[in-house]
């Protein structure tokens, strides 16, 4: 059983620079690809960024690509998501998980991820 807990978000301006932390309660986590997805009112819960467990390979939407930068640190069993230029359609309850299937890639997919954190709210105003 993993437990992560998002922090990191609030409300900022559009243009600004927030970077979101997720902290995980197991070290297994470290072995495993994590994704940050997003989900803002009225849609669907959508894919943001993913990283293997060795941070060799990463993936992005389209949408945040060369805006957002997604990292982890094993040793402090903590992944962020950096993220810069943002605009107001980037508000969303942001979500980070964990693929207990995955090592060495990562899906896009939510149903491919078993553990989710509680969510951090992001708010860009204009």
């Known amino acids: 059983q993993v437990q992560l807990v998002e922090s990191g978000g609030g409300l900022v301006q559009a243009g600004g620079s927030p970077r979101l932390s997720c902290a995980a309660s197991?070290?297994?986590?470290?072995?495993?690809?994590i994704g940050w997805f997003r989900q803002a009112p009225a849609k669907e819960r959508e894919f943001v960024a993913a990283?293997?467990?060795?941070?060799?390979?990463?993936y992005y939407a389209n949408s945040v690509k060369c805006r957002f930068t997604i990292s982890r640190d094993n040793a402090k069993n903590t992944v962020y998501l950096q993220m810069n230029s943002l605009k107001p359609e980037d508000t969303a309850v942001y979500y980070c998980?964990?693929?207990?299937?995955?090592?060495?890639?990562?899906?896009?997919?939510?149903?491919?991820?078993?553990?989710w954190g509680q969510g951090a709210q992001v708010t860009v105003s204009s």
């Open positions: 998980a964990v693929d207990p299937t995955r090592t060495g890639s990562a899906t896009m997919t939510p149903a491919g991820y078993g553990y």
């Open positions: 197991s070290r297994t986590f470290r072995r495993y690809a």
């Open positions: 990283i293997t467990w060795s941070t060799d390979f990463t």
